[in-house]
């Protein structure tokens, strides 16, 4: 019996799926569809973007794992949340490669990825002077993108 969900992976989602497989969950047809859904569409998407196109292409997943499946990806971090001085308050990207920073363009709304490993030694060398021990961190830069601040 073929799933009504079944539908072609791209090499991107394939990664996703990896990342999902190895940290012990499983790969059930919603959170396939999810992945499809969030990789195929704009760079960015709010909860409620996503709850829309959920309804259009799969309208058989219920809201409740929608929004788990958010969670879970945020936790994974296959996704992450940006902040937006917008009416979104904040959107989702995805992340699906290793760790590292964003640049967000107040303009056109752009996220762009940076790596930078003298940011991660300021940080430490900053906050082993306090005594404190960073489990986690995001950063995030607002500006202007090269294509806007001209
Ligand atoms: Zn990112
Ligand atoms: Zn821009
Ligand atoms: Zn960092």
Redesign the pocket.
């Known amino acids: 019996m073929t799933s009504p969900y079944l539908i072609a992976i791209s090499p991107l989602d394939e990664t996703l799926l990896r990342r999902l497989d190895t940290a012990g969950y499983r790969l059930t047809e919603p959170r396939k569809m999810l992945l499809r859904l969030i990789t195929s569409g704009r760079d960015r998407f709010t909860a409620a973007d996503l709850w829309e196109a959920v309804q259009r292409e799969a309208p058989g997943l219920g809201r409740a794992t929608v929004f788990r499946t958010l969670d879970l990806l945020s936790e994974l971090g296959i996704l992450q949340r940006v902040h937006f001085d917008d009416a979104s308050c904040h959107s989702y990207v995805v992340c699906g490669r290793s760790?590292?920073?964003h640049l967000v363009c107040g303009n056109c709304g752009r996220v762009i990825d940076f790596?930078q490993s003298e940011?991660?030694e300021l940080?430490h060398r900053l906050t082993d002077r306090l005594g404190f021990q960073i489990e986690s961190?995001?950063?995030e830069v607002y500006g202007r993108c090269k294509n806007c601040k001209a």
Request: net charge negative.
């Open positions: 760790h590292h920073h790596e940011v991660e940080l961190h995001h950063l």
